[in-house]
């Protein structure tokens, strides 16, 4: 990781980078103790319940997801980020009203899932309203990107604290200071271009004159170049080689995305998964993506209350077990910026995967709070590269101008798949207990992994055989 990138950037970026690592700082203290470590010790650690505010949460998540880019579009990420602000800090205040009642619990979990996850679209789509450059692009989205997993170990530990020694609203009140002070940081934020293009004139001069003077924009000198070769940027042409960073996904390009005939939500997430349909490598992505999280979705349900009535620690232990995730995310994402480019292939995404099934049985198959807090190690480790690598592949492989659409849908797919363990969770522990379910669970990466390795050796091999993957950088930190 270049510091020195982070000292030269411009004011933008760092009030940016400061505001959004500001607020995640509640929003994580919020979420696992708020509301996942309420959701149980707040109940009597009842299961059905924790499943039915969990479900509550990733269902509002999937529709806010979908709100919020439309928000953004709309009247831009700063706008969305303080209005946003504003509704989440009303949610943290409404947070002392909320007593043990159920139904009044998940309706409030419903709120601040989606008041949290517009704002969250609202700064991981601030990018290309900083830089047009591919270079400033990864800049802003690596150290944003850092932010929220530093983020991760501060927010789960300072609400640890706040728990220990005030009552569990105390995260939430958290939360409302942070975020104000969050949005007050991004009023000194001011974007740079907009989506009509008005920052972002069209070159009057011929492809000559106008290509040499763009070098530093190779995206858009290869634009001008198509045009004057008489070619359409709409139509669906398969780029043969990709460069790609993970975690651009092709914001900041002034030329529009194909457009469907009747564009929304649903027309937009099928044609997704056409493209993906007709690749052997996004097919492929597609089934470890659903193998990772399959078995996380009974985590969801049955976490907290393995806290309570197995482990038998106070809600503050939660905090802190899940801060050391934090640092091995921590540890994963930095690391992945060391492994050499001849790593990026489909045995690493199943290496991972197996080590998230081996961190998994490790965090719930004993009482011992060493080996629970070892086992959050691995998994963070394991999923702090598997995350960013997932994203590096998919961009790599897909057409040009269709990545949003391809990760967006592989997302809502993930997201989708997690409710089916989710909602059985609560009775499979009925039959057979809490800690045995998630070991079972925990279990099943390493399972369809096994599965799953011959046919990724097999796409490796044709990739090695095609000349393999051109990736610019598999890196979400810059170099």
Known sequence: MNIQTLVTASRNEQWLYLANFVREIGIQAAYWLGILGYAAYGFGGDARIVMTVMLAVNLSQMIASIIGGAIVDRIGPRLTILWSSVLVAVIGVLSVFVREDVVTFV???ACFSVAITILNTAYTSFAPYLERGKAGLRRVNSFLT???FIAAVVGPAVGAIATANWPITSVFFLMTIVTILGALVVLRVHEKYSPNGDDDKTCEKTAEECVPAMTDDPVLAAEIAVREAGLKLDDPIRPIETSITAGTALAGRTVPKRRVKDPNPFSEAMEGWHIIRASKNLRYYLMVFIAMIFGFGAFDALEPIFFKQVLEVQISTLGWVNAAGGVGLMIG???LALFPLKWVNSRLLIA?????????VVYVGTVNLWWVVSGQLILGFAFGVFDPLMRTMV???S???AVGRVLGTINMI???????PLVLAPWLSDLFGVQEVLIFMG???LVFGALLYPSGRKLDKEAAAAGGRKIESLSIIED
Do not use: H, Y
Request: charged fraction near 5%; proline fraction near 6%; aromatic fraction near 2%.
């Open 395 to 397: 961009q790599a492989d």
């Open 146 to 148: 850092v932010g929220t």
């Open 333 to 335: 994402v930095i690391l």
């Open 352 to 360: 991972l995967l197996l080590a998230c099934g081996v961190g998994a």
């Open 414 to 420: 993930g997201l989708g798949i997690l409710l089916v």
């Open 399 to 401: 057409p040009l101008e």
């Open 443 to 445: 279990a099943l990466p």
């Open 107 to 109: 309706i409030f979990a």
